[in-house]
DNA sequence: CTTTTATTTAACAATTTTGTTAAACAAAAT
DNA sequence: ATTTTGTTTAACAAAATTGTTAAATAAAAG
C-alpha cells in the first residue's frame, strides 16, 4: 500500500494544536483551522471526517505526549529533589507553548465525553504521592496532605503562563520583562516547595 | 416611565453568567441560554439586542464586582497579613462558584476585544506591589520580585479549582472529599507565603 | 373601560458552519 | 503510456445559529 504522505495530515493536527492550546482559540472553525493551515477544507474531512473527531485526534496525542513526560520523570530512578526539578522543567516547557491545553481539557469534558479523562492512568500519580508522602516523613517537605503538594506545584506552574495576557496589562510589563520572570520561576517554585 | 421589571433581564444575565463562569461552557449558544433561564430565545434579543453585547454585559458586570471587591482589600486600612487572608477568603469564594471566570476572559480577549482588560486599573495593585516590597524588607516575605508574591498567591488560589474535574479523576477522589482540601487551601497557602 | 406601554412570543429570514459528492489532479505501479 | 490509487479541490446540500418582524399578551395610566 503506497502512501503518498504529503505531510498535510500531521500538518492540519499541528496546526489545529497550535489554536486550540497555543492560542486559546477554543472555538476555532474547520474554515479558520483549514486557513491557518493553508489547505482546502475538505481535506479535512478527508483526514479527520468531522471536526470533532479531529478535536478528539489532537486531544488525546497531546494528552498522551505530556502524561507520558510527566510520568518518566515521576518514575525515574533519581533522588526526589531532581525528579521536581524535572518536572518543573517539563511542565514550564509545555505550558510555555501550550498554556491552555489543560484549561480546555476541563471545559470540554461536557461536550467531547469523559472517556477523554477516564483513560488516565492514576497509578503513576498514585506512586508518586507515596513518595511525597515519605519525603514529608523525612522532613524535606511540610507535613501537609500530600495532594497539596502537587496541587501546589501545578499551580505555581501553570496559571501565570494562563494568564499572561491579563498579567502583562495589570503589571504593566513587556513581554521580554515577562518571560525573564517566567525564567526565574523554576528556583521560585523549588524556595517555596522545600523547607530548607 | 413605567418600568415592569418582571426580573427577566437579570435572570438571563445571571443565568448567562452560571453557564460561562461555573459550568465552564464557554460557546453555549443563545437557544441553550434561554432554556437553561426558561425564557424565549426573542427576549434575549429584546434585552440585549444580539449575544455579544449580552457576553459583554456579563463580563464587565462580574469583573467589576470582583476587581472592586479586591481592590477593597488592598487598600483596606489593615495589617499587611490581614490584608492577604482577607484576599484568599475573597477570591477563593469567588473562584468556588465561577472558577472559569478569569480562564474566559483571558481565552476571550482575541474575541471581544482588548478594551475589557484595557479599563483594569493598575493602580490599586502597584499601590499593593509597593507594600509587598516594605514587606520584603522587613523580613516577613521572602525577598523576590513583588509580581512573583502576587502571581504565587493567585495560582495557589485559582488553579486547584479550575482543574478541579481533572484531579478528582486524577486523585480519585469524592466531590465531599475535594471540598475538605479547598477548605484547607487558606492555611496552607498562608503557610507558603510567609517566612515564619 | 380604553389606551398606552412594556414584555413575551411565534414565524420568518439571513448567516454561519458543517458535512457530502463528484470531479480534477498527481504520483506510483503495472 | 495507461491504469490505479491516494490526494486535493470546487460545488452543492444540510444543519445549526443568530437576528428580525410583527402579532399577542398583560400590566399600568388616563
Request: with cysteine.
Amino acid at each position: 500500500m503506497p502512501l503518498k504522505n504529503t505531510g498535510t495530515e500531521t500538518l492540519i493536527k499541528e496546526t489545529a494544536k497550535r489554536l486550540f492550546f497555543a492560542e486559546g482559540k477554543l472555538h476555532a472553525t474547520t474554515q479558520e483551522i483549514a486557513d491557518a493551515a493553508g489547505v482546502n477544507r475538505t481535506s479535512l474531512h478527508y483526514y479527520f471526517r468531522s471536526r470533532d473527531l479531529l478535536l478528539e485526534a489532537v486531544f488525546k496525542e497531546a494528552m498522551q505526549a505530556l502524561s507520558g513526560r510527566m510520568n518518566e520523570c515521576m518514575a525515574a530512578e533519581k533522588p526526589f529533589r531532581q525528579k521536581i526539578e524535572d518536572l518543573i522543567e517539563v511542565f514550564l516547557k509545555d505550558m510555555t507553548a501550550f498554556p491552555y491545553q489543560e484549561t480546555f481539557l476541563v471545559t470540554e469534558i461536557n461536550t467531547l465525553g469523559k472517556e477523554l479523562i477516564e483513560n488516565i492512568k492514576a497509578e503513576p500519580i498514585n506512586n508518586f504521592l507515596t513518595e511525597v508522602k515519605e519525603e514529608m516523613h523525612n522532613g524535606t517537605l511540610e507535613k501537609i496532605e500530600p495532594i497539596h503538594f502537587l496541587m501546589n506545584l501545578f499551580s505555581l506552574l501553570s496559571y501565570p503562563l494562563i494568564m499572561a495576557p491579563l498579567y502583562r496589562q495589570l503589571f504593566q510589563i513587556s513581554e521580554k520583562k515577562f518571560s525573564e520572570l517566567i525564567g526565574q520561576r523554576k528556583e521560585i517554585i523549588l524556595k517555596m516547595l522545600f523547607t530548607e
